[in-house]
């Protein structure tokens, strides 16, 4: 299970996910992302209390990151735990993403 919230920041739009980004939310992920890059503000996702990434997951960020880089929307990944780092470092996506230690905002 997977709950979503938005949140404008300055000139961010934060995206709080919290619970597992699997199989089964990872189209309301995808979504939340997604809807956030319409904002007209530089967009942070905040993992601060993300639990489990899959691959399917990881799709959905990568897809959001994509429709970003098109719309020329500043687009990071924050605060990863432990296990959602593990997934994310031994990915490579820690290399072709945007990735910070904290909320930019």
């Known amino acids: 299970m997977i709950q979503l919230t938005e949140e404008t920041r300055a000139d961010w739009c934060v995206v709080g996910v919290r619970g597992r980004a699997d199989a089964e939310s990872a189209d309301d992920l995808e979504a939340a992302l997604r809807s956030a890059l319409q904002s007209g503000h530089k967009v942070a996702a905040d993992f601060t209390a993300l639990e ?20 020329k929307v500043e687009f990071v990944i924050c605060s990863l735990t432990l296990p959602v780092r593990k997934v994310f470092d031994m990915s490579g996506l820690h290399q072709m993403l945007q990735v910070r230690e904290g909320v930019p905002c």
Do not use: M, T
Not at 52 to 69: C, D, E, K, N, T
């Open 52 to 71: 489990y990434i899959s691959s399917a997951g990881l799709r959905a960020v990568i897809q959001a990151a994509r429709a970003a880089q098109e719309a």
